[in-house]
């Protein structure tokens, strides 16, 4: 599979997680990886192992909730590579908290700035290249973007507005040629769970989930990575996720204990 070989592609959040494992599943098809987060000790070592796996990677130091700092990186990239072909979304900030029991509201601003304006920025700056080389974006959404979830609330809610403006976004481009992937994965064993943000608005250093029962970060983007290939409208994961869409279309309530269930258990 070399659908990628040459191409120039962008990923957020690629220190470490998801971002780093599909950069490093990207890696042997050859592309050219710009690599963003905020911590460069960490994305220099992504892109070095990139490096050794065939891939041209270079990393971009940047806070995505930074609009103009998103414009910047955006242009260098063009300018120095002619364009970008594909740009993930995959920057990303948890939650976990009760909202009676949420002290500093603040939370749910920093959530919406990370997880749906990082997303817009980039977007809309990037969108005059993707058109000219009828790139492809995909969007890290998750199983909460379809419904809501106890303990979750900001982040749930960010996560619905990402479909609600890529979903809009996809009407506008039709016939651009420029394709949109949603990716709704539950819950994966990366240690960004840890940096949930709690009641206070601080990090809470711990997980919630039973990790050993949590799908594997190189199997969840090998599920990705496929539905990037196909350039598919979204991708839900988990039999809970495919069938949980349905059944709140009939039985909203059914729906909702499930949600407080998968909580409650931790998968």
């Known amino acids: 599979m070399s659908t990628y070989a040459g191409k120039v592609v962008l990923i957020t959040g690629a220190s470490s997680g998801m971002g780093a494992e599909l950069a490093r599943q990207l890696a042997p098809q050859r592309p050219t990886l710009i690599l963003l ?3 460069r000790e960490k994305l220099e070592r992504v892109a070095a192992e990139c490096r050794a796996l065939g891939a041209a990677a270079s990393v971009e130091v940047a806070d995505v909730t930074d609009e103009a700092r998103c414009r910047a990186v955006i242009a260098a990239t063009v300018e120095r590579h002619g364009g970008i072909d594909a740009l993930v979304l995959n920057a990303g900030l948890g939650m976990w908290a009760r909202v009676e029991e949420i002290t500093d509201v603040s939370v749910f601003e920093r959530i919406m700035r990370v997880n749906y304006l990082g997303s817009v920025y ?12 009828r790139g492809q974006i995909v969007v890290m959404s998750s199983l909460t973007g379809k419904v809501g979830v106890p303990t979750r609330s900001g982040y749930a809610a960010s996560k619905h507005a990402l479909h609600g403006f890529f979903d809009s976004l996809r009407i506008e481009l039709m016939g651009s040629g420029v394709a949109i992937t949603m990716v709704c994965p539950g819950f994966v064993s990366t240690e960004w769970r840890r940096r949930n943000l709690g009641a206070s608005g601080a990090a809470k250093d ?27 409208r979204e991708v839900v994961y988990t039999w809970r996720g495919k069938i949980g869409q349905w059944i709140r279309l009939i039985a909203p309530s059914l729906t909702d204990r499930m949600a407080a269930r998968a909580i409650k258990t931790g998968v």
């Open 37 to 39: 987060a905020r911590d």
């Open 122 to 133: 980039l977007t809309c700056a990037a969108l005059p290249t993707l058109r000219a080389r």
């Open 206 to 232: 711990m997980s919630h989930v039973r990790e050993a029962q949590a799908m594997r970060p190189e199997v969840a983007v090998a599920t990705m990575l496929r539905a990037m290939t196909r350039r598919d």
